[in-house]
């Protein structure tokens, strides 16, 4: 430890700043944190850092073993299950030493297995497209924001980003030269889509507030200044998305708010054609759509809240006729079309499925799994003419499987599981489902593994995620990071609060807006009810939860601190008064449907105010908390936490509060794959520590 190492965590001034909204008015004496730019506000968080480094520096040994647990376990030098889309197997490998993945194809001929490598080492006859580890050289961040090639297979349009702020510089390549084209542009979005014949590529720019607003046309070889605005939306409720169907045959442009779509197509063989109007908005009706043959499937919530399946003509929409109807309880979550088949991604139960449907038949099946928790969805499948398709499965014990099935002899051919060296069993741990009763009555689910011989008699440490927020469901999955909890005699466990979509359409209602309580208080009577089922102790519990989890965590920090030992925050949302108030931040507007606009209503105001965690700070014994938070996120701003440690200590000074600022990174923290298994083993050794396993 060197000797300018802090001994003291941070001081920070206080400057008394006031706002008043509906006659109330309010002092935060840290908003000054907001200003980015501001040399002090840097000093602090990186004093904070420095702080956050000392009060850990025991752990460095504990941090060492669990990154090289996590590397030993990986396979580092991997390949994916190639997926084949026209002449060619597309597929990412992965090599050992280096951070990012590297994209990559190989020529395809009349076979119908995928090729693969044991080793993970290239295939023969490998063309590499984008290797991420040369764009990254010499760079502190790097993130891919579109990889998309021409349905010829002839041109590449990929997008980087160097900071995390998610603002993308577009480029093509021509993949027969290998040549990357003077064809530049700056500040783009996520998605892209090209016209049939790949001279035209569609791309997304935001606005001021980070709103994904219009879509562009841009011609390969001329300037960028030439581009054409396809489209741009006005209301600043709604962001745009684009996409080519998987038939090729339209480009799709997806205008969405919270609670209410409007789809637009363009003909790919016509790409300087006006955008066609699908149906014209309504409010509060959601829909999307999937080309298929002579019609449009629709995915809709019109008098469907779990929604429903239609079709529409692609020469003339108007009328939608049913398909699937509504079911209440079977959330129909997302369509997928190909040539002779129709798959539509379910979730019921608490689960998720798959549902198919042959061309020209109302018959249907689900595809069964074994296991009585599970993940399973769709998987790439770029190809639109085949009678195959690729899923992705796991567990909280099953390691994440690939498997091609065959959707007229619904035979399933396992193509790759993902590799956990080291010996990882399976069958020496265990997987259940509890529940528990909240407030309301309510039975919240909740997902629960173990190493098998954990004890039952409350003495076992417990981690319990939670999320709850924009219908996002935390399904059951694996995690080799996990398995240094496990083996340690921790048991993980995830809450599926309401606010997510766990339980379909209703179960996400009944956790937002006026409601949104109660995905906090789910996530406390989950905590108790693992307490009942004598799986841990108060002492040894603690939550974790990111973004919206993040928000989650410092809600039930106020409300329940004895219930908990340590809570992980990592870029927690938990200022939200204070943003949704400001519709000049990044993302605020689009919000107002899943918060409430606190700006027109009073009602809302007053009810987040009483849920937000920063306003609700208490003098009271707070449990251990570690806040993660990064300089450049453009969804959870970084001064949102730091003013909740700031206030934290300033009002309940006992407590033990650390603050670690990423400092060159966005909201998903860091990009490289080792430094992302250096910030989990940073994680998980605080944790360890919090419930005495260090």
């Not at 021409?150 to 027969?176: C, H, I, Q, W």
């Not at 692609?314 to 129909?332: A, K, Q, Y």
């Not at 430094?675 to 998980?684: G, I, M, N, R």
Request: charged share 25%.
């Amino acid at each position: 430890m060197t000797t300018d190492m802090p001994t003291t965590p941070p001081a920070v001034r206080q400057v008394p700043t006031e706002r008043t909204f509906h006659g109330d008015t309010v002092t935060d004496e840290f908003a000054w944190l907001a200003e980015k730019e501001n040399p002090d506000t840097i000093a602090y968080l990186e004093a904070e850092n420095a702080w956050t480094q000392r009060a850990t520096a025991h752990l460095g040994g504990l941090r060492s073993t669990i990154f090289e647990e996590i590397k030993n376990r990986t396979q580092e030098t991997d390949l994916s299950v190639p997926q084949r889309k026209g002449n060619y197997w597309y597929y990412t490998r992965t090599v050992e030493g280096k951070q990012y993945g590297i994209q990559c194809r190989v020529a395809a001929g009349a076979e119908v297995d995928p090729p693969a490598t044991g080793d993970g080492a290239p295939l023969p006859g490998e063309e590499v497209l984008l290797d991420g580890n040369a764009l990254a050289e010499g760079k502190k961040f790097f993130a891919l924001g579109t990889f998309d090639v021409t349905p010829d297979g002839g041109r590449l349009a990929y997008s980087v980003d160097f900071d995390g702020d998610e603002r993308f510089v577009l480029k093509v390549k021509d993949l027969r030269t290998g040549e990357t084209l003077p064809d530049e542009v700056p500040d783009t979005s996520y998605g892209t889509a090209w016209s049939a014949d790949g001279s035209t590529l569609f791309y997304i720019t935001v606005d001021d507030a980070w709103r994904p607003h219009r879509v562009w046309r841009h011609v390969v070889g001329r300037p960028a200044a030439e581009d054409v605005v396809v489209y741009e939306e006005p209301d600043e409720r709604f962001w745009v998305g684009v996409e080519l169907s998987r038939s090729e045959k339209f480009i799709i442009i997806d205008i969405h708010s919270k609670i209410t779509s409007e789809v637009r197509v363009i003909a790919a063989d016509r790409p300087t054609a006006e955008p066609a109007v699908i149906r014209d908005r309504v409010q509060g009706v959601e829909y999307s759509i999937e080309h298929h043959g002579h019609r449009f499937l629709v995915l809709h919530n019109e008098n469907a809240e779990d929604f429903a399946l239609a079709y529409t003509s692609v020469d003339n929409p108007g009328v939608w006729v049913e398909l699937i109807p509504h079911t209440p309880g079977v959330r129909l979550e997302a369509v997928d079309a190909f040539q002779r088949h129709v798959v539509v991604s379910l979730r019921r139960d608490g689960l998720t499925g798959l549902r198919v449907i042959a061309d020209g038949s109302t018959d249907f099946y689900d595809m069964a799994f074994p296991e009585p928790l599970y993940s399973v969805g769709l998987s790439g499948n770029p190809a639109y003419d085949t009678n195959i398709v690729r899923i992705a499965y796991t567990s909280m014990v099953t390691p994440d499987s690939v498997y091609d099935v065959d959707l007229i002899s619904r035979a399933m051919v396992l193509r790759k599981r993902k590799p956990v060296l080291g010996g990882y069993d399976p069958d020496a741990y265990e997987q259940f489902r509890e529940w528990a009763i909240a407030d309301d009555g309510t039975k919240i689910p909740i997902s629960v593994v173990a190493r098998k011989g954990t004890p039952r008699n409350g003495t076992a440490p417990l981690l319990l995620y939670g999320y709850g927020s924009y219908e996002i469901s935390m399904d059951p999955y694996f995690s080799i990071a996990r398995l240094s909890l496990l083996d340690r005699g921790m048991v993980y466990a995830i809450a599926h609060v309401r606010g997510g979509g766990e339980m379909g359409r209703r179960w996400y209602e009944d956790g937002k807006m006026l409601s949104k309580k109660n995905t906090f208080t789910d996530f406390i009577a989950c905590a108790r009810a693992l307490v009942r089922a004598s799986w841990t102790n108060p002492e040894r519990i603690v939550g974790r939860g990111g973004s919206a989890g993040g928000l989650l965590m410092g809600a039930v920090a106020n409300l329940a601190p004895e219930a908990f030992a340590g809570i992980v925050a990592q870029v927690p949302f938990v200022d939200p008064l204070t943003s949704i108030l400001d519709p000049s931040l990044p993302l605020t507007v689009t919000e107002w449907e899943e918060w409430g606009n606190p700006l027109e209503n009073a009602d809302i105001y007053s009810y987040m105010k009483a849920y937000s965690p920063y306003e609700n700070v208490a003098k009271v014994k707070y449990p251990a908390i570690l806040a993660v938070t990064s300089l450049n996120d453009t969804r959870v701003l970084y001064h949102e936490p730091a003013k909740w440690i700031a206030r934290l200590r300033a009002t309940a000074p006992d407590g033990a509060y650390l603050l670690k600022t990423e400092m060159g990174a966005g909201h998903g923290g860091p990009s490289g794959r080792y430094d992302s298994w250096k910030e989990e083993a940073f994680v998980t050794s605080w944790i360890l520590d919090t419930v005495g396993l260090s």
